[in-house]
């Protein structure tokens, strides 16, 4: 099917109401390798699916399309029932905020807000904000103020692995904040940097 491409899509499309699992599976893969935009609600559609797997690979698909028109439905996705599903949205809101960094500050609220309850959900959402890069520092900034000592703590990780482009904001949230718990994990942040 793949080798059709845009001509396939509709059928593709179709597919992921069929029955079978792998069927479902298979669609959302051509999907995602023909790369066409117009796959975008489709493959939303899919989050919904009642199979994990599906849900995960039309999150993944999702976002190697990089469409903004997804993120609504990605954050939803975050409070999924099944870890994976939520590991796979945050890695793909991760993408689409590469592509769209004035998505950034939603994506980092979306992100440090609800995903940050297992550890492999954390670790995808900071591999997320670290992706959308430079564009993420003043939304992470904020995050250092969070009441959640985990969001302040991804923040922190986040920032951290960006490098030297979090350095300013760091070094100000360290010598300015009111927040001691801001401060805190600044001068962590700022430690893993130098």
Do not use: C
């Not at 699992?21 to 390798?33: C, F």
């Not at 117009?38 to 039309?58: F, I, K, N, S, T």
């Not at 003043?138 to 969070?146: G, K, V």
Request: no cysteine.
């Amino acid at each position: 099917m793949v080798k059709f491409g845009r001509v396939a899509v509709p059928g593709l499309l179709d597919a992921l109401y069929e029955q079978n699992v792998g069927v479902r599976l298979q669609a959302v893969a051509a999907l995602a390798a023909i790369g066409d935009q117009g796959a975008v609600e489709g493959l939303a559609g899919a989050l919904w699916d009642e199979h994990p797997l599906v849900r995960q690979h039309a999150a993944d698909a999702l976002g190697q399309l990089g469409s903004a028109r997804a993120l609504e439905d990605l954050f939803r996705v975050l409070d999924d029932e099944d870890v994976w599903v939520r590991q796979h949205a945050a890695a793909a809101l991760g993408h689409i905020g590469a592509n769209h960094p004035e998505k950034a500050r939603q994506i980092v609220f979306a992100l440090l807000d609800r995903s940050i309850d297992a550890s492999v959900v954390r670790r995808a959402a900071v591999g997320a904000l670290v992706r959308i890069g430079v564009a993420a520092v003043p939304a992470l900034r904020e995050a250092l103020h969070a009441a959640r000592w985990t969001t302040r703590r991804a923040a922190a990780d986040a920032l951290a692995k960006i490098g030297q482009d979090a350095v300013p904001a760091l070094r100000d949230t360290l010598n300015s904040s009111p927040h001691s718990g801001a401060q805190r994990m600044a001068a962590w942040a700022l430690d893993r940097i130098s």
